[in-house]
């Protein structure tokens, strides 16, 4: 019943938020699931279809299927934001407490280094090893990139 109502008095804003936030979550996430071909393939499909029943998005000229392309991509983003959350906010909260509850030199030394990274862009580096690996970079290894940057801003919150 509390959710009954709390949709009922939601801002029309949330509403449209959480709808969309939802829509993307299924595609990233059920939707990516159900068989179909290899987005990544060649001449899976004939090239340069406009868009169709079969195909919403149409193809790409090497003939790919543009909406499982964009499946793909969703699924890959929502998995790196996912691990980088979770691996930021644990190491976060870890330095941030050691920090706190030990007081002193080490958290004079540990907010140095904190202070440090969360001054360090993370994309241009990320783009960097992206473009040095030449296209062998996973979604896991971009995850860990960019999560090895994303402690500093919850450890500094605590």
Known sequence: M??????????VRLKV??????FFLFLGFVVYYIPHANPF?????????GSSW?????????????????????HNSLAIGLIVALIGTVVGVFV?????FSGGG???????????????PSLPILILMTSLMRGSATVILMALVLAFFAWAWPSRQI
């Open 54 to 74: 079969t195909h919403p998005f149409g193809t790409t000229t090497m003939g790919q299927d543009v909406l499982w392309l964009l499946i793909e991509a969703i």
């Open 106 to 120: 080490l958290d004079r030394a540990l907010m140095v280094v904190t202070d440090t990274f969360v001054v360090i």
């Open 41 to 49: 393939s060649y001449n899976t499909y004939p090239r340069r279809l």
């Open 2 to 11: 509390e959710v009954r109502k709390f949709w009922k008095n939601a801002n």
């Open 17 to 22: 938020g959480i709808i969309i936030t939802l």
């Open 96 to 100: 941030g407490l050691l920090a706190g």
